[in-house]
């Protein structure tokens, strides 16, 4: 505005009469009138973003406050499709408020970005599969940023989630970009809930039923310890005897935990069940097979027969 009243004044000092431009019906008033218009419509789209943002900022605290974790989480994740969709909005207004403020007929325009975007749909057919695809994950909660998921065989938590993309961080640190057109099948072990299995294989002269006592009170003592206490929700489910062979005996089960304890109690339940194994004297089988082979000695006879043979 200063530049503006600046530019104005010097065209006044230099002998152009520049204020007349302004008065009724010149070109400068119809453009004071176009700016003021366009300024106002900038000036609420800013203030709609601005609001807009805070509201969803202060809702998923207000939601992370209470204690209701899986909606502030899953607000979080549409959280930056819904601001690229009301900034794409708000431009689209605004720009169109100015165009018409200057004097373009719109109309045309949008007749001729609805050709564009039929046109567009049928060119691209898999990005509006990545669309559609992705709209119906989101809405169904099928994943949320933080899940722990396996998607089209990588593994990884989600990072972030686009109304087209999936990012996984997988352990090692590398980034995977799954797009939702590629994704048929999605394990989510973020649920809530994880089970732990059990799984070991002893000697077949080994008594399982010791064994599986010995497990039973692993998992028993566990549970009274304030570290696993919250991690475990049930005693060990000891399903029995899985594969009997010659040489070892398969017992299996598993632990209900919790989805954040399930690889903490996996790991700390085999570290005792090593250590009591060993304690109490029990053989855990190897998976290679050892075979002696004894070849009895020959007979006198057939020893004293092979020389004479030789001679004659």
Request: net charge neutral.
């Amino acid at each position: 505005m200063i530049a503006f009243i600046g530019f104005v004044a010097v065209l006044e000092v230099w002998g152009v009469d520049a204020i007349v431009w302004f008065y009724g019906g010149q070109i400068g008033s119809r453009l004071i009138s176009a700016v003021a218009t366009i300024g106002i419509a900038v000036l609420i789209a800013a203030a709609i973003w601005e609001a807009s943002n805070a509201l969803l900022d202060r809702q998923i605290n207000t939601l992370s406050r209470d204690g209701h974790y899986a909606r502030a989480a899953r607000l979080r994740t549409f959280q930056p499709m819904l601001r690229t969709a009301l900034l794409c909005l708000i431009a689209t207004v605004v720009g169109l408020t100015a165009l018409s403020e200057i004097g373009v007929n719109v109309a045309p325009l949008l007749a001729g970005a609805g050709i564009v975007g039929i046109a567009i749909g049928f060119g691209s057919q898999k990005l509006v599969q990545d669309l559609i695809t992705g709209l119906f994950l989101l809405l169904e909660n099928t994943v949320q940023v933080g899940d722990n998921v396996s998607v089209s065989g990588l593994s990884g938590v989600v990072e972030n989630v686009s109304i087209r993309t999936i990012r996984l961080r997988a352990g090692d640190g590398a980034v995977h970009i799954v797009p939702f057109s590629a994704v048929t099948t999605i394990t989510n072990a973020s649920r809530g809930a994880g089970n732990a299995s059990v799984s070991v294989n002893v000697a077949y002269k080994e008594d399982t039923d010791r064994a599986g006592q010995i497990l039973k009170d692993i998992v028993e003592e566990m549970r009274r310890e304030p570290e696993f206490r919250a991690a475990i929700r049930g005693d060990l489910e000891l399903w029995g005897i899985d594969k009997v062979d010659g040489a070892m005996v398969s017992i299996v089960g598993q632990i209900r935990c919790t989805e954040a304890g399930r690889w903490p109690v996996q790991r700390e339940f085999n570290r005792r069940m090593k250590l009591r194994f060993q304690q109490n004297g029990i053989e855990v089988a190897s998976p290679v097979q050892t075979i002696l082979m004894q070849i009895a000695p020959p007979a006198d006879g057939a020893a004293n027969l092979a020389p004479r043979r030789a001679a004659g």
